[in-house]
Every structure is written in C-alpha cells, then in structure tokens.
C-alpha cells in the first residue's frame, strides 16, 4: 500500500441480517478532483442508480477495496467480529493508505491508522456512501450467481435475507453451505429437519 496525505478513506458493510452468503466490506478513497454525483446510501437508491454509481465509483475513486467474511466465519466468529474482519480486509485491498478512516456504524476495526465511527455515515460522508454501494452490489451479485447452483432457494429475489419465501424454501429443503448456521431461524430449520 502507499502512503499520501491528507486521504480520506470510508467503509461500509453489506449483509449483516441475512440469513446465507457472506457479509461484504467496501473501502473507497474518492479522488478530490473527481466529483461523483448522487452518492447516497445505497439502500436509498433505485437498482439502475446504483449500478451506475458501482461503476463510477471503481472507475474514478483513487482507491477501492473489497473485504468478504464468510458464512462459515460469521458461525465462528459471530457477525460483529465477521463485519470487523470484513472491513479490515476490505482496507487492506485498496492500493493507498489514508491518513483517516470513516466506519458506518457504532465499531472501527483494528486498523494501522485513525478510525472514526459515525452512526448513519452512510447518508453523511461521500466515502462511506461510495463504500456502502460497493459493498451492496457486490453481494447482490454474489447472491444472484449462486442462485444458478441453489434456484429452489430464491436467492437472486430477496438475497439471502429473510423473507417468508426464504423461510418456507429453508424449511423445505433445509440449509445449504451458505446458510449462517448460528441464525435461529437456520438452526429451527435444522432442528426441525433434524440435521443439528
């Protein structure tokens, strides 16, 4: 990684609440002489908006990464520490180091420079919207590619999360590799299919 000054870096995670795949950590440094329109939390814009901005985000940030932590990590970690892992790794991805880094949320990971916390920085600081768009996209697309192994789950509709359709296909035909075994509705699931 190298080092500049005065760069500013946020992070944002994609995929606490669901129920199966990863959980996913973008890091972006924007260029300052480089405005992108339209950053906003990635829950608030359109599918089209946001796919745009994914794209305008890797093409024109000085520095983007991506950080996963998997279902299987989320299980023996718990999905705090995983959303942590996954931010750090996310960091470690970009090709520059900033001078200080914004997080979404309430917790900072173990970082090698300053970090600060902001409760809905994501609608407040152009690096944690832009962080929070790669994030989401990422993982939706992730999802919707391992919908073509496992369609009678549903995943390229509601992207792991859990919706009634989930729950009633999860009941069904009981977890798959993706599912976070330590969420309780998996494990009633796997109760219920006596697979525990």
């Not at 509709?157 to 009941?171: N, R, S």
Request: proline share 4%.
């Amino acid at each position: 990684m190298n080092t500049d000054s005065g760069l500013v870096a946020g992070i944002d995670e994609a995929g606490r609440g669901p129920l199966a795949g990863p959980v996913v950590a973008g890091s972006v440094i924007l260029d300052p002489e480089i405005k992108i329109d339209g950053l906003a939390d990635s829950k608030k814009l359109t599918l089209k908006k946001r796919l745009f901005l994914f794209n305008e985000i890797k093409s024109k940030a000085l520095a983007w990464g991506l950080g996963y932590a998997s279902a299987d990590e989320i299980d023996d970690i718990n999905i705090h520490q995983a959303t942590l892992l996954a931010m750090q790794r996310a960091y470690v991805a970009m090709k520059y180091e900033a001078t200080h880094v914004y997080v979404d949320g309430l917790y900072c990971p173990v970082l090698q420079v300053s970090c600060t916390a902001i409760v809905k920085g994501d609608q407040l600081v152009a690096e944690i919207s832009a962080a929070s768009i790669l994030a989401k996209v990422t993982r939706d697309i992730e999802m919707e590619t391992h919908h073509r192994d496992l369609p009678q789950y549903g995943f390229d509709q509601h992207k792991g999360y859990p919706t009634a359709k989930h729950i009633a296909a999860l009941q069904e035909y009981g977890p798959s590799k993706l599912h976070r075994k330590s969420y309780k509705p998996v494990r009633d699931a796997m109760a219920a299919l006596n697979t525990i």
